[in-house]
């Protein structure tokens, strides 16, 4: 997400000049953090389910489908990938658009 943010500083400063506010600006970052979130649950859940089926057969006394524990890593990505969108996010709204746009 840093490298993003870095990526899209002088449109930021732009968005900034025209009059966004800064909490349209984190709203926007996270909001794309929240796109890759959802994007690697969509893709992790199901790989997570088809392993622990296929695990099933091969370990002795494993469980094919563990709710908790498969919500509480849910959460923990959650939560940590939101930190990480967060922090950068922060970090570009407090940039003053004049200089956003001089780094380009």
Do not use: N
Request: some cysteine.
């Amino acid at each position: 997400m840093s490298y993003f943010v870095a990526r899209r500083t002088g449109e930021i400063g732009i968005r900034m000049a025209l009059g966004a506010s800064r909490s349209s600006v984190v709203s926007m970052v996270l909001r794309g953090a929240l796109w890759q979130i959802l994007f690697g649950l969509a893709l992790g859940i199901p790989a997570a389910l088809a392993a622990g089926h296929w695990m099933k057969s091969l370990l002795y006394d494993v469980g094919s489908y563990d709710p908790l524990a498969l919500a509480g890593a849910t959460l923990v990505l959650g939560v940590c990938a939101l930190a990480a969108g967060f922090i950068p996010a922060r970090r570009a709204a407090s940039i003053e658009p004049m200089k956003a746009l001089r780094i380009d």
